[in-house]
């Protein structure tokens, strides 16, 4: 069965980091393209960024552009989104993904598994 388990969200104030962790069970993770979504209360899930296979290809959305960073560890079944300069409008509940095919890794009803989700808050 495979499962992916987000944490690392929390309660923070503007301006201040946090580090989201995804750990993946029950799927060959190497075969595996990653992505972050988040979704805000009243607002669809958008993209954040995503990481190809081997890790050294990554695409993010502009509104988090040089304040998020996505990353991966092959050898840990483990995704990353490194957050900084976090900002009120951050404030989602965030999903890791993972999808086969290498195509549009923004689009989100291309992935094939979900994680439950974590909060993030941003306090202004």
């Known amino acids: 069965q495979v499962q992916l388990v987000e944490s690392g969200g929390g309660l923070v104030q503007a301006g201040d980091s946090l580090r989201l962790s995804c750990a993946a069970f029950?799927?060959?993770?190497?075969?595996?393209?990653m992505g972050w979504f988040r979704q805000a209360p009243g607002k669809e899930r958008e993209f954040v960024a995503a990481?190809?296979?081997?890790?050294?290809?990554?695409t993010s959305a502009d509104s988090v552009k040089g304040r998020f960073t996505i990353s991966r560890d092959n050898a840990k079944n483990m995704v990353y989104l490194e957050m900084n300069s976090l900002k009120p409008e951050d404030t989602a509940v965030y999903y890791c993904?993972?999808?086969?095919?290498?195509?549009?890794?923004?689009?989100?009803?291309?992935?094939?598994?979900w994680g439950q989700g974590t909060q993030v808050t941003v306090s202004s």
């Open positions: 990481i190809n296979l081997n890790g050294r290809s990554t």
């Open positions: 029950g799927l060959n993770f190497e075969s595996y393209n």
């Open positions: 993904a993972g999808v086969l095919s290498g195509a549009n890794l923004p689009l989100a009803a291309l992935y094939d598994y």
